[in-house]
């Protein structure tokens, strides 16, 4: 247990001396660096995604933000449409004068 505790308590004191202001912002650790790894730009996969105006007719191959637009305006036209043919849009009431 007290070995633990030692251990715990050493490996603050090596944290705190390790992040403590007194290190000048110019001067750091590596261990303080933060590093990309493989988060740059990697070789891509597949064919290159173009914009849905330049090839419209395939859309395997669209941008994934093109093609999320082009998708929820087809749903949105459809559902539209759907609706205005079912309500019947709208209807003017005639009005039957009473002839006197």
Known sequence: MASSLAAMTA????NFARLSPSISSAVRPSSLISRRGLAGAA????????NCWSKPSDP?????????????????VLIFGGYKLFAGGKKEEKLVEAAQ
């Open 11 to 14: 490996s603050r004191a090596a």
């Open 43 to 50: 070789d891509h996969h597949g064919p290159p995604k173009v």
């Open 60 to 76: 395997a191959n669209w941008k994934e933000e093109h093609f999320v637009i082009v998708s929820l305006t087809g749903w949105g």
